[in-house]
């Protein structure tokens, strides 16, 4: 029964290509999040939608597009992938933006 | 100075030792605290959440707030291999309608030997 779902959980891709990353949560959350977690292990926000809004984005490239089709699922679309987005990306989910539930992460790797 | 200091270790302890876990913070704005427990190639997983100052306690894990030193700690009694992991502290200013992300130390691998 998992709360929060990331698909695929691997991705092997080459430079220039363009990939997206779904998420879903069954939790009846409002607000969902995307977090890059970099080789370091260091994990900073990328952005957060509350109820399909945007409102957050954290000097993000353009490259990287959220989309929220509605309030369980929030997607990440990555253009023209780079050696440098190579991360874990995390989504997660909260129901007062503070408690945050994170998924099982997407392990990118470009080549 | 970044945001959130964490001593990214390795901790080696006994099995059965106190751990104390620790993050200090500059930004005098946070007022929600939380600590997350990661296993290799796995999510956060959140073990503590905690509001301004003050403590907090489920089970083995006990979590200290002092907001006038912005010093936060996570304390794990009686701590058992299944323990190792790396721990992250993570705070919120509450801002933004509660949809602000959080700030993340870079993590304290701990490690409890048998």
């Known amino acids: 029964d998992t709360a929060v779902s990331q698909t695929p959980k691997y991705l092997v891709t080459q430079m220039g290509n363009d990939k997206s990353i779904k998420c879903e949560q069954n939790l009846g959350h409002d607000t969902m999040y995307w977090y890059k977690q970099d080789s370091k292990k260091f994990l900073k926000i990328m952005f957060s939608y509350n109820n399909k809004e945007l409102i957050i984005n954290e000097t993000v490239?353009?490259?990287?597009?959220?989309?929220?089709?509605d309030k369980a699922h929030l997607n990440l679309h990555i253009n023209s992938l780079e050696l440098g987005d190579s991360a874990?990306?995390?989504c997660a989910s909260s129901p007062m933006g503070y408690e945050q539930y994170f998924g099982p992460g997407t392990r990118l790797t470009v080549t | 100075q970044k945001e959130v200091e964490q001593d990214p270790g390795p901790l080696s302890v006994p099995e059965g030792a106190i751990v104390s876990l620790n993050c200090t913070y500059s930004n005098s704005a946070f007022q929600y605290f939380m600590w997350y427990r990661q296993y290799s190639r796995k999510g956060p997983e959140l073990l503590m959440y905690t509001y301004s100052s003050g403590n907090k306690e489920d089970g083995r894990f006990t979590a200290q707030v002092d907001k006038s030193s912005k010093y936060i700690s996570l304390f794990i009694r009686d701590s058992q291999p299944s323990d190792s992991a790396t721990y992250l502290c993570a705070m919120s200013a509450g801002s933004g309608g509660g949809a602000d992300g959080l700030t993340f130390g870079k993590g304290t691998h701990l490690i409890i030997q048998p």
């Open chain 1, 61 to 69: 490239p353009n490259r990287f597009s959220p989309k929220s089709p």
């Open chain 1, 88 to 90: 874990v990306y995390f």
